[in-house]
Protein backbone atom coordinates (compact mmCIF):
# COMPACT_ATOMS: atom_id res chain seq x y z
CA UNK A 1 0.00 0.00 0.00
CA UNK A 2 2.86 2.40 1.16
CA UNK A 3 4.36 1.56 -2.16
CA UNK A 4 1.40 2.41 -4.34
CA UNK A 5 0.85 5.76 -2.54
CA UNK A 6 4.53 7.07 -3.44
CA UNK A 7 4.31 6.21 -6.74
CA UNK A 8 0.24 7.78 -7.40
CA UNK A 9 2.56 10.68 -5.42
CA UNK A 10 4.92 10.74 -8.21
CA UNK A 11 2.16 10.87 -11.22
CA UNK A 12 0.60 13.17 -9.72
CA UNK A 13 3.54 16.38 -8.70
CA UNK A 14 4.87 15.12 -12.24
CA UNK A 15 0.98 15.71 -13.24
CA UNK A 16 1.36 19.12 -11.48
CA UNK A 17 4.65 20.35 -12.79
CA UNK A 18 3.56 19.90 -16.14
CA UNK A 19 0.19 22.25 -15.52
CA UNK A 20 2.81 24.65 -13.77
CA UNK A 21 5.04 25.03 -16.54
CA UNK A 22 2.42 25.99 -18.87
CA UNK A 23 0.44 27.89 -16.98
CA UNK A 24 2.37 29.30 -14.13
CA UNK A 25 -0.58 31.22 -12.53
CA UNK A 26 -1.80 27.59 -11.84
CA UNK A 27 0.58 27.56 -8.92
CA UNK A 28 -1.82 29.85 -6.99
CA UNK A 29 -4.89 28.52 -6.90
CA UNK A 30 -2.52 24.44 -6.28
CA UNK A 31 -0.23 24.33 -3.22
CA UNK A 32 2.36 21.60 -3.40
CA UNK A 33 3.10 22.01 -0.02
CA UNK A 34 -0.51 20.70 1.36
CA UNK A 35 -0.05 18.00 -1.50
CA UNK A 36 2.52 16.89 0.05
CA UNK A 37 1.27 16.60 3.62
CA UNK A 38 -1.54 14.37 1.94
CA UNK A 39 0.44 11.94 0.99
CA UNK A 40 2.94 12.48 4.90
CA UNK A 41 -0.92 12.06 6.28
CA UNK A 42 -0.99 8.22 4.90
CA UNK A 43 2.27 7.41 6.64
CA UNK A 44 0.94 6.59 10.02
CA UNK A 45 -0.07 3.36 11.27
CA UNK A 46 -2.29 4.02 13.62
CA UNK A 47 -6.43 4.30 12.34
CA UNK A 48 -7.23 7.32 14.25
CA UNK A 49 -5.82 10.45 15.34
CA UNK A 50 -6.10 13.54 16.74
CA UNK A 51 -3.67 16.11 17.54
CA UNK A 52 -4.99 18.80 19.73
CA UNK A 53 -3.31 22.63 20.41
CA UNK A 54 -4.63 23.14 24.81
CA UNK A 55 -3.63 26.63 24.11
CA UNK A 56 -6.36 27.79 21.22
CA UNK A 57 -7.84 24.34 21.13
CA UNK A 58 -7.64 23.66 17.68
CA UNK A 59 -6.56 20.52 15.40
CA UNK A 60 -3.02 20.22 14.24
CA UNK A 61 -3.65 17.19 13.01
CA UNK A 62 -6.79 14.25 12.63
CA UNK A 63 -7.68 11.12 10.81
CA UNK A 64 -10.68 9.28 11.49
CA UNK A 65 -11.37 11.02 14.73
CA UNK A 66 -14.61 11.23 15.37
CA UNK A 67 -14.79 7.19 14.49
CA UNK A 68 -16.27 4.79 17.00
CA UNK A 69 -12.71 3.23 18.42
CA UNK A 70 -11.93 0.75 21.35
CA UNK A 71 -9.95 3.11 24.27
CA UNK A 72 -8.15 -0.31 25.85
CA UNK A 73 -6.63 0.70 28.76
CA UNK A 74 -6.62 4.41 27.92
CA UNK A 75 -10.03 3.88 29.79
CA UNK A 76 -8.29 4.14 32.88
CA UNK A 77 -8.17 8.35 32.15
CA UNK A 78 -11.27 8.56 32.97
CA UNK A 79 -11.29 6.19 35.67
CA UNK A 80 -8.49 8.28 37.61
CA UNK A 81 -10.03 11.64 36.86
CA UNK A 82 -13.37 10.63 37.79
CA UNK A 83 -11.92 8.61 41.24
CA UNK A 84 -10.34 12.02 41.85
CA UNK A 85 -12.98 14.01 41.88
CA UNK A 86 -14.38 12.05 44.25
CA UNK A 87 -11.80 11.53 46.42
CA UNK A 88 -11.64 13.67 50.05
CA UNK A 89 -8.26 12.27 51.22
CA UNK A 90 -5.51 10.90 48.94
CA UNK A 91 -3.75 9.31 51.80
CA UNK A 92 -6.71 7.23 53.26
CA UNK A 93 -6.36 3.87 52.98
CA UNK A 94 -8.31 1.90 50.38
CA UNK A 95 -7.64 -1.84 50.29
CA UNK A 96 -7.49 -3.56 47.28
CA UNK A 97 -10.69 -5.30 45.83
CA UNK A 98 -10.58 -9.71 46.33
CA UNK A 99 -12.54 -10.32 43.49
CA UNK A 100 -12.35 -8.11 40.63
CA UNK A 101 -8.06 -8.57 42.04
CA UNK A 102 -8.95 -12.22 40.52
CA UNK A 103 -10.71 -11.68 37.99
CA UNK A 104 -8.02 -9.22 36.78
CA UNK A 105 -5.78 -12.01 36.85
CA UNK A 106 -8.00 -14.32 35.25
CA UNK A 107 -8.16 -12.05 32.34
CA UNK A 108 -4.68 -11.68 32.30
CA UNK A 109 -4.68 -7.85 32.94
CA UNK A 110 -1.82 -5.37 33.13
CA UNK A 111 -1.69 -5.26 36.75
CA UNK A 112 0.50 -2.77 39.20
CA UNK A 113 1.43 -5.59 41.34
CA UNK A 114 -0.45 -4.99 44.28
CA UNK A 115 -2.16 -7.99 46.35
CA UNK A 116 -5.34 -8.60 47.19
CA UNK A 117 -6.70 -6.99 50.66
CA UNK A 118 -3.52 -4.94 50.69
CA UNK A 119 -4.02 -1.87 52.69
CA UNK A 120 -2.70 0.53 49.97
CA UNK A 121 -3.74 4.41 49.36
CA UNK A 122 -5.61 6.10 47.21
CA UNK A 123 -3.06 7.74 46.17
CA UNK A 124 -1.00 3.93 46.03
CA UNK A 125 -4.21 3.12 43.29
CA UNK A 126 -3.96 6.67 41.04
CA UNK A 127 -0.28 6.06 40.36
CA UNK A 128 -1.12 2.04 39.87
CA UNK A 129 -3.64 3.07 37.38
CA UNK A 130 -1.89 5.48 35.28
CA UNK A 131 2.02 4.58 35.32
CA UNK A 132 1.34 0.40 35.39
CA UNK A 133 -2.11 0.25 34.07
CA UNK A 134 -2.64 -2.03 37.05
CA UNK A 135 -6.54 -3.68 36.41
CA UNK A 136 -6.30 -4.11 40.14
CA UNK A 137 -5.81 -0.59 40.88
CA UNK A 138 -8.38 0.88 38.82
CA UNK A 139 -11.32 -1.36 39.82
CA UNK A 140 -10.04 -1.00 43.62
CA UNK A 141 -10.25 2.51 42.67
CA UNK A 142 -14.03 2.38 41.47
CA UNK A 143 -14.87 0.14 44.44
CA UNK A 144 -13.82 2.33 47.35
CA UNK A 145 -14.84 5.20 45.46
CA UNK A 146 -18.45 4.08 44.67
CA UNK A 147 -19.10 0.66 46.53
CA UNK A 148 -19.20 -0.83 43.08
CA UNK A 149 -17.89 -1.39 39.59
CA UNK A 150 -21.17 -0.80 37.92
CA UNK A 151 -21.85 2.44 40.33
CA UNK A 152 -18.10 3.97 39.66
CA UNK A 153 -18.67 3.11 35.71
CA UNK A 154 -22.39 5.18 35.89
CA UNK A 155 -20.02 8.27 37.08
CA UNK A 156 -17.78 7.66 34.21
CA UNK A 157 -20.99 7.69 31.54
CA UNK A 158 -22.28 10.65 33.57
CA UNK A 159 -19.34 12.52 33.12
CA UNK A 160 -18.85 11.55 29.52
CA UNK A 161 -22.17 13.07 29.06
CA UNK A 162 -21.45 16.03 30.85
CA UNK A 163 -17.80 16.77 28.57
CA UNK A 164 -19.96 16.32 25.73
CA UNK A 165 -18.27 13.01 24.48
CA UNK A 166 -20.78 12.44 22.11
CA UNK A 167 -18.61 8.77 20.88
CA UNK A 168 -18.01 7.35 24.35
CA UNK A 169 -19.36 4.97 26.46
CA UNK A 170 -17.92 2.87 29.62
CA UNK A 171 -18.19 -0.43 30.55
CA UNK A 172 -15.27 -1.10 33.03
CA UNK A 173 -13.19 0.94 34.87
CA UNK A 174 -10.30 -1.23 33.68
CA UNK A 175 -10.47 -1.26 29.94
CA UNK A 176 -10.53 -5.32 28.81
CA UNK A 177 -11.99 -5.45 25.91
CA UNK A 178 -16.49 -5.35 25.03
CA UNK A 179 -17.79 -4.25 22.81
CA UNK A 180 -19.94 -1.99 24.04
CA UNK A 181 -17.20 -0.30 25.38
CA UNK A 182 -15.64 2.79 22.60
CA UNK A 183 -15.09 6.22 22.56
CA UNK A 184 -13.21 8.30 19.41
CA UNK A 185 -9.84 10.19 18.91
CA UNK A 186 -11.35 13.41 19.18
CA UNK A 187 -13.36 12.68 22.46
CA UNK A 188 -10.40 11.34 24.53
CA UNK A 189 -8.62 14.12 23.50
CA UNK A 190 -11.21 16.40 24.85
CA UNK A 191 -11.21 13.98 27.94
CA UNK A 192 -7.29 13.93 28.57
CA UNK A 193 -7.65 18.23 28.03
CA UNK A 194 -10.31 18.25 30.45
CA UNK A 195 -8.29 16.29 33.24
CA UNK A 196 -5.18 17.69 32.67
CA UNK A 197 -6.70 20.66 34.36
CA UNK A 198 -6.58 18.54 37.76
CA UNK A 199 -3.41 19.26 39.36
CA UNK A 200 -3.10 15.79 40.99
CA UNK A 201 -4.11 14.43 37.69
CA UNK A 202 -1.37 16.63 36.05
CA UNK A 203 0.98 15.17 38.30
CA UNK A 204 0.19 11.52 38.12
CA UNK A 205 0.26 11.69 34.28
CA UNK A 206 3.57 13.64 33.82
CA UNK A 207 5.17 10.76 36.57
CA UNK A 208 7.70 8.57 35.36
CA UNK A 209 8.12 6.35 38.42
CA UNK A 210 6.33 6.89 41.93
CA UNK A 211 7.15 4.68 45.28
CA UNK A 212 3.69 3.19 46.98
CA UNK A 213 3.56 3.37 50.84
CA UNK A 214 4.92 0.29 52.69
CA UNK A 215 2.86 -2.46 53.40
CA UNK A 216 2.57 -5.58 55.28
CA UNK A 217 2.84 -7.08 51.97
CA UNK A 218 5.04 -4.55 50.76
CA UNK A 219 7.18 -3.51 53.41
CA UNK A 220 9.70 -1.58 50.62
CA UNK A 221 6.61 -0.28 48.49
CA UNK A 222 6.63 -0.90 44.43
CA UNK A 223 7.87 1.13 42.24
CA UNK A 224 5.75 1.74 39.60
CA UNK A 225 7.04 2.54 36.17
CA UNK A 226 5.03 4.96 32.96
CA UNK A 227 4.32 2.46 30.65
CA UNK A 228 5.03 5.48 27.74
CA UNK A 229 7.51 7.45 29.53
CA UNK A 230 9.83 4.40 30.30
CA UNK A 231 9.33 3.63 26.40
CA UNK A 232 10.72 7.00 25.63
CA UNK A 233 14.18 6.68 27.17
CA UNK A 234 17.20 6.79 24.43
CA UNK A 235 14.04 8.07 21.53
CA UNK A 236 15.33 11.37 19.92
CA UNK A 237 12.92 13.83 20.27
CA UNK A 238 14.00 16.95 18.79
CA UNK A 239 12.16 20.21 18.71
CA UNK A 240 9.34 18.88 21.62
CA UNK A 241 9.38 16.80 24.52
CA UNK A 242 6.46 14.38 25.60
CA UNK A 243 6.18 14.57 29.66
CA UNK A 244 3.27 12.70 29.76
CA UNK A 245 1.26 10.02 28.76
CA UNK A 246 -1.02 6.50 29.46
CA UNK A 247 -1.12 3.80 26.94
CA UNK A 248 -3.56 1.25 25.98
CA UNK A 249 -3.27 -2.15 24.08
CA UNK A 250 -5.49 -5.38 23.42
CA UNK A 251 -5.94 -7.22 19.92
CA UNK A 252 -9.48 -5.41 19.30
CA UNK A 253 -8.03 -1.78 19.89
CA UNK A 254 -4.39 -2.36 18.80
CA UNK A 255 -1.80 0.14 20.04
CA UNK A 256 -2.85 3.19 21.78
CA UNK A 257 -1.22 6.31 23.35
CA UNK A 258 -2.22 9.52 24.88
CA UNK A 259 0.46 11.82 25.41
CA UNK A 260 0.95 15.21 26.18
CA UNK A 261 3.89 17.08 24.73
CA UNK A 262 5.84 20.12 24.78
CA UNK A 263 7.30 22.49 21.50
CA UNK A 264 8.18 25.60 21.61
CA UNK A 265 6.53 26.43 24.89
CA UNK A 266 3.59 25.34 23.66
CA UNK A 267 1.31 22.38 25.15
CA UNK A 268 -0.21 19.41 22.62
CA UNK A 269 -2.38 16.88 23.49
CA UNK A 270 -1.76 13.64 21.01
CA UNK A 271 -4.06 10.87 20.51
CA UNK A 272 -2.97 7.54 18.57
CA UNK A 273 -5.54 4.45 18.62
CA UNK A 274 -5.62 1.55 16.46
CA UNK A 275 -1.84 0.99 15.35
CA UNK A 276 -2.23 -2.89 14.35
CA UNK A 277 -1.21 -5.02 16.43
CA UNK A 278 -0.31 -8.77 15.48
CA UNK A 279 1.32 -10.48 18.61
CA UNK A 280 0.94 -9.07 21.85
CA UNK A 281 4.23 -10.16 23.44
CA UNK A 282 6.01 -8.77 20.94
CA UNK A 283 4.41 -5.41 19.62
CA UNK A 284 6.02 -3.34 17.02
CA UNK A 285 5.43 -0.47 19.05
CA UNK A 286 3.92 1.40 15.82
CA UNK A 287 1.94 4.18 18.10
CA UNK A 288 5.34 5.62 19.33
CA UNK A 289 6.55 6.08 15.78
CA UNK A 290 3.62 7.84 14.97
CA UNK A 291 3.46 9.92 17.91
CA UNK A 292 6.89 11.42 17.26
CA UNK A 293 5.91 11.76 13.33
CA UNK A 294 2.62 13.65 15.09
CA UNK A 295 4.64 16.23 17.37
CA UNK A 296 7.29 16.29 14.58
CA UNK A 297 5.06 17.98 12.15
CA UNK A 298 3.71 20.37 14.68
CA UNK A 299 4.28 24.25 13.35
Request: charged content about 25%; some cysteine.
Amino acid sequence: MKKFFKRLMFIVIALFLIVTLKNKSSYASFNLGKLLNVFKSDDYASRYIYVLDREDKTSQYEKNSKTKAYPASLTKIMTTIVALEHIDDLSAVAPIDVDTYREMVANNSSMAGFYGREAVTYRDLLYGTILSSGGEAANSLAINVAGSVEDFVRLMNEKASELGLEDTHFTSPEGLHDKDQYTSAYDMAKLLDYALDNGDFRAIFTKMTFKTTPTVDHPDGIVLKSTVLSKLDGVPQGSFEIIGGKSGTTYEAGECWATLGIKEDREYICIVMGAPLKDISNPDMAQIDDTIKLYERIK
